[in-house]
T-cell receptor
Framework: RKEVEQDPGPFNVPEGATVAFNCTYS??????FFWYRQDCRKEPKLLMS???SGNEDGRFTAQLNRASQYISLLIRDSKLSDSATYLC?????????????FGKGTSLLVTP | NAGVMQNPRHLVRRRGQEARLRCSPM?????VYWYRQLPEEGLKFMVY????????ESGMPKERFSAEFPKEGPSILRIQQVVRGDSAAYFC?????????????FGPGTRLLVL
């Protein structure tokens, strides 16, 4: 089983739509969870951290279910500029720092 | 404050040559991570370094790959005798020398093409 699994998509949605991405992780001891965004041929950029109580940042809402080892990202009122690949990220099991395990990403295309 | 810098941005090598990738962390950051992204794949952790120390190299291939982060100068990822399978984007990330959870900031990456 892969450490972090995501539906690769692509998700094609019209502007203004709501879209949800899901992710599962295999290591029950993981402590840190993130969503990153990666534009084509660019570096990953942190979108938001994910907390146990769930958290919201503008149009973006992240949820964490530790019992199911499941993470989600909800994007409301999609914009054209939201088109990108969204990476689910979990810290690696390690006693040496905060190296990260990345999912392969879910591709989103928002169309006019 | 300049972000994480990597050079070169693009590197072409023939099979059997050496590739040297450089990463300058953000000012004040002393933790460096290297990741590799193969075509159509997610980023994979390779190595975690602090100044003059390799902390975790569990993600790095045992042969041909090495990394360093000297007291002065950038972190270097070195690939000897490159093969076509080494073609990938190599990203460096840095984080500050603080305890607890630290956000990693990524550089623009070096795209290595092995002919």
């Amino acid at each position: 089983r892969k450490e972090v699994e995501q539906d690769p998509g692509p998700f094609n949605v019209p502007e203004g739509a709501t879209v949800a991405f899901n992710c599962t992780y295999s290591n029950s001891a993981s402590q840190s969870f993130f969503w990153y965004r990666q534009d084509c041929r660019k570096e990953p950029k942190l979108l938001m951290s994910v907390y146990s109580s769930g958290n919201e940042d503008g149009r973006f809402t992240a949820q964490l279910n530790r019992a199911s080892q499941y993470i989600s990202l909800l994007i409301r009122d999609s914009k054209l500029s939201d088109s990108a690949t969204y990476l689910c990220v979990v810290n690696r099991e390690s006693n040496s720092g905060y190296a990260l395990n990345f999912g392969k990403g879910t591709s989103l295309l928002v169309t006019p | 404050n300049a972000g994480v810098m990597q050079n070169p941005r693009h590197l072409v090598r023939r099979r059997g040559q050496e590739a040297r990738l450089r990463c300058s962390p953000m000012k004040g950051h002393s933790h460096v991570y290297w990741y590799r992204q193969l075509p159509e794949e997610g980023l994979k952790f390779m190595v975690y370094l602090q100044k003059e120390n390799i902390i975790d190299e569990s993600g790095m291939p045992k042969e041909r790959f090495s990394a360093e982060f000297p007291k002065e100068g950038p972190s270097i990822l070195r690939i000897q005798q490159v093969v076509r399978g080494d073609s990938a984007a190599y990203f460096c990330a840095s984080s500050p020398s603080l305890g607890g959870q630290e956000t990693q900031y990524f550089g623009p990456g070096t795209r290595l093409l092995v002919l």
